[in-house]
Nanobody, 128 residues
Framework: QVQLVESGGGLVQAGDSLRLSCAAS????????MGWFRQVPGKEREFVAA????????SYADSVKGRFTISRDNVKNTVSLEMNSLKPEDTAVYYC?????????????????????WGQGTQVTVSS
C-alpha cells in the first residue's frame, strides 16, 4: 500500500522561503512521476509542480514558475518542494501525489485525476 506523508508546512511572512517534503513508501518510487498540488477551501485542487520518475523533467504552474523548485531523491524516496518569495496567495494545503506512470505530459501533469495516491496534506500560511 502506497503511503505519502508530507511535512514542512507552517506560518511564514511574505517573501520568506519554505521547504516541503514528502516521504513515500509502499512502491518502487523511481517508477512514478510525483506532483505537488494545493487547495484552499471552496476551490478545486490546483496543480503546482511535477517531476518525472528519474527526475529529468519537471513542470510548473505559471503562478509558481521561477519561485518554486521541485526535486526528488530516489534513494531516500522523497520529493521536495522548495518555495521562495512566498506570497499570501500561496496560502493553501499542499499535497504530494503519485502519478500513474514514470512520465507525465505537458497536459496530464496538471490533471489531479491522473494521480493515483495522495498524502494527507500540510498547511502553508503566508501572512502579508
Amino acid at each position: 500500500q502506497v503511503q505519502l506523508v508530507e511535512s514542512g508546512g507552517g506560518l511564514v511572512q511574505a517573501g520568506d522561503s519554505l521547504r516541503l517534503s514528502c516521504a513515500a513508501s509502499g512502491h518502487t518510487f523511481g517508477n512514478y512521476a510525483m506532483g505537488w498540488f494545493r487547495q484552499v477551501p471552496g476551490k478545486e485542487r490546483e496543480f503546482v509542480a511535477a517531476i518525472s520518475g528519474p527526475g529529468d523533467m519537471s513542470s510548473y504552474a505559471d503562478s509558481v514558475k521561477g519561485r518554486f523548485t521541485i526535486s526528488r531523491d530516489n534513494v531516500k524516496n522523497t520529493v521536495s518542494l522548495e518555495m521562495n518569495s512566498l506570497k499570501p496567495e500561496d496560502t493553501a494545503v499542499y499535497y504530494c501525489a503519485q502519478y500513474k506512470s514514470v512520465y507525465c505530459s505537458a497536459i496530464t501533469c496538471f490533471q489531479a485525476n491522473r494521480y493515483d495516491n495522495w498524502g494527507q496534506g500540510t498547511q502553508v500560511t503566508v501572512s502579508s
